[in-house]
């Protein structure tokens, strides 16, 4: 409300080309705060706004608008402005904005783009999607070790306003090997003892990740060390650049958005979902719906195979749902925890026999819950106790092989190198329904038979 009021003045202020005033606005609160009062503004209009900032502030501002609204004003707006603004923002961020525009509007851009912040940007570019090089920033604190502390400071005063952080200082030798990291604590504690040499501060022992390492395997590193940053090095150990937590935190909410999508049975979208086009929505929504449509034409032969048996005992149609929903849910349930628990780290392939063991021993116990629950409306319904013994058993029987289903499937996936996300809950159930069918007949038949 606060944003929608203040719109008329801030429209006027660039009405009248009231420098001194959109000079403050810029500097005046904290640059997120800034760009929320924006947010009512056409994207020409923030724009223009932001022409009033420092560039590094305008840069800082730019990174708290919307997705959309970056890529617009990157896409419209004159080259030297872009280009200075790209300079300005750190350069993993950088790239991931190029990648959105047209590959003639990068090489005009990048073409005014100092030199030395261009070869970062195009070093950036050749690592692959999804590898640790693709969202390391090369901004660094690096320091020689035969530094003296005062030397040090004096340095890191030069350097800090090009920094996007400055939690760890790296220690590098003359051919840029990583020699050791030194915290920022470290180095402030040791104020009172300037002539000490950042070599007899720093730590040897330093946890670093290959440029080529997934960034799923960099997130669970960040995430299991609670480490602020992580450096980025080549086979040769040569720095390369650091991985800070915030790209951490973006890297587990797109994984995780992946993730979510893969079990509900949608192949992941690689833009947002309002920015997908409908025909694209629909191939990645129906591609997977049509795999599901034929699992389900496969329980309907199950049916029909068993179509004379049903007829002659016309009573246990009645429970087919609550059947093949028990396994099909209960396995839903489990693939959901495997899936979940192989992102985390928390097991892996190699756990399988103590998983079944798990999952056996929590089908039956879920089985037998729910074979309670189904016997009372089975004894109303069905002919006599022996009968209405059919449904609990198959249910127990049914939620076991659930269990087992959703739990192995990941497991098999993850083994034979695809995602296990892939086993999508749709998939898992619609395994399960025909498998619910086959058990419960035949469980019917071992009992009615005889």
Not at 166 to 192: E, Q
Not at 204 to 221: N, S
Request: aromatic share 8%.
């Amino acid at each position: 409300m606060i944003n929608t009021l203040f719109l008329p003045e801030l429209r006027e202020m660039l009405a009248d080309n009231n420098t001194a005033e959109l000079r403050e606005f810029c500097t005046a609160l904290h640059p997120a705060k800034t760009a929320e009062f924006m947010e009512g503004l056409a994207a020409g209009e923030a724009w223009q706004v932001l022409q009033h900032a420092e560039p590094n502030l305008r840069a800082e501002i730019f990174s708290y608008f919307d997705y959309d609204r970056q890529l617009q004003n990157l896409e419209r707006e004159d080259d030297r402005q872009v280009a200075e603004l790209i300079t300005h923002i750190p350069a993993d961020d950088a790239v991931d904005l190029l990648s959105e525009l047209p590959e003639e509007r990068v090489e005009h851009v990048l073409a005014l783009v100092p030199a030395p912040d261009r070869r970062d940007i195009r070093r950036l570019q050749t690592f692959p999607e999804g590898t640790a090089g693709s969202i390391m920033t090369t901004e660094a604190a690096c320091l020689d070790e035969r530094l003296t502390v005062r030397q040090a400071l004096e340095k890191l005063s030069r350097q800090a306003e090009r920094l996007e952080t400055i939690y760890y200082i790296y220690v590098v030798d003359d051919t840029n090997h990583l020699r050791g990291i030194v915290t920022t604590r470290k180095l402030v504690s040791s104020f009172g003892k300037l002539d000490r040499t950042i070599g007899d501060l720093m730590d040897t022992d330093v946890l670093t990740v290959d440029a080529h390492e997934d960034q799923q395997h960099v997130a669970r590193i960040v995430a299991k060390y609670d480490l602020l940053a992580i450096p980025v090095v080549d086979s040769e150990r040569h720095m390369l650049g650091i991985i800070t937590h915030d790209d951490v935190i973006d890297v587990v909410m797109e994984e995780a958005a992946e993730d979510v999508q893969r079990i509900a049975a949608v192949d992941p979208l690689e833009d947002s979902y309002v920015r997908t086009p409908i025909l694209t929505l629909g191939w990645k929504r129906g591609m997977w719906l049509g795999i599901l449509f034929f699992a389900g034409l496969f329980t309907a032969l199950a049916l029909k195979h068993y179509q004379v048996w049903l007829d002659e005992y016309n009573w246990l149609v009645l429970f087919i749902p609550l059947v093949i929903g028990s396994g099909g849910n209960s396995g839903s349930q489990s693939s959901t925890l495997i899936i979940t628990a192989m992102a985390t780290g928390d097991v892996k392939t190699s756990d399988w026999m103590q998983i079944i063991i798990r999952e056996v021993a929590t089908g039956l116990l879920l089985g037998s819950f729910l074979g309670l629950l189904g016997f009372g409306p089975a004894l109303y319904l069905a002919p006599n106790l022996i009968s209405a013994a059919i449904v609990p058993i198959t249910i127990v029987v049914v939620v076991i092989c659930g269990t087992l289903t959703g739990a192995s499937l990941p497991l098999l996936f993850q083994k034979i190198g695809w995602d296990p996300a892939l086993t999508s809950n749709p998939f898992v159930a619609g395994i399960n329904d025909i498998l619910g069918i086959v058990v419960y007949v035949n469980v019917a038949s071992l009992f009615l038979d005889h």
